[in-house]
């Protein structure tokens, strides 16, 4: 983190930080100070070859549940406490933007996204939303999720609703469940990728969560249900904020506190995951399965994963433990 000192302004702070893409530091997220004055920031996000302002561009602060979308001019009001915070920019069309954002006084900063290499103006977007408990993390079914201007859909027993051949920038999801507070966030869409939501609900007394959001490649949604079948069992899944609340430093940790299913280790550099069933899944790794450690659920280290998710198949065969990395 840079001394106070080396900038005059919030605009020169950021330049260094989030210009050169620094790396988001999870810890030093979590134990940034807080004031209690707020300070209000004007955040811009533009194009990065035309410079032109960008409409629809959500920003998200780490730690912070409220998202921002900039307007036609690509601005957008910030007013949070003073502190460091990770943050992320996405939009449909252009690369995600991430890095830390230090906030000291109020200032006027932009931000620069670059475009994909797919420009296909017809392409659609998939959204997958799943309705957890906060307190439990199980799955809600029959919740119901809207978009605004758009389809909605119920939740199935496991908490999963799906939206397909969306051709929106930003997608406002709403969810509404009995006997919790209504939750609504917008979402980025992304062509050709599949933007996974996990919105948390809590009592209406409860503060709520942020939203958490992974895009997936079209690529790593055909392997998966390739391997499954038109529609698997999702069993679980570990997003890489869990795996830090978690704090565990193999993969086997956090698999273990699944109901129903057990960590067997044959070897002390190896793990593997049985089902209720009493049967061994297999494992990929971003979509490709393995020669060797086929089974093996820590042969990634759990600093490199971004998510994991444990499918379950319905007739034949186990299931599989999909590991998506950082990379």
Known sequence: ??????????????CMQIGILAPV?????????HDDDAVRLTARVIDGRSEEGLL???????????????????????EVPKGRYALTVRRGRYEVLSGDLDVFEPGEFTLSLERVGTMDRTATATLEVRVVDHESGG?????????????????????????SGLDLL????????????????????????????????TAEEAAPQPVE???????????????IGRRGERAGLFTR????????????????????FRVERPGPAEARLVAPRNC????????????????????????????????????????????????
């Open 280 to 327: 061994t899944l297999d494992v990929r790794v971003d979509g490709i399965r393995r020669r060797s450690d086929r089974l093996n659920i820590d042969v990634v280290p759990v600093s490199e994963v971004e998510s994991v998710e444990v499918q379950l198949l319905p007739r034949r065969g186990c299931g599989v433990v999909m590991i998506r990395t950082r990379r």
């Open 213 to 227: 959001v992974v895009v997936r490649t079209r690529a790593m949604d055909v392997l998966s249900s390739n391997y």
């Open 1 to 14: 983190m840079p001394h106070r000192s080396c900038f005059a302004t919030v605009l020169a702070v950021i």
């Open 139 to 163: 799955g809600i079914g029959g919740a119901r999720v809207s978009l605004l201007e758009g389809p909605d859909a119920v939740t199935d027993q496991w908490g999963y609703a799906e939206f």
């Open 241 to 260: 904020r869990m795996l830090e609340e978690l704090a565990v430093t193999r993969l086997s940790d956090a698999l273990a506190t699944m109901e129903g």
């Open 170 to 201: 930003v997608a406002q999801v709403s969810v509404e469940m009995g006997g919790y507070a209504t939750r609504t966030a917008p979402v980025a869409l992304h062509p050709f990728r599949t933007a996974a939501v996990r919105v948390a609900m």
């Open 56 to 78: 629809g561009a959500v920003i998200e602060l780490g730690g912070i549940v409220e998202r921002y979308v900039t307007g036609v001019d690509g601005r957008v009001e910030i």
């Open 25 to 33: 530091d999870p810890v030093a997220a979590q134990e940034r100070p």
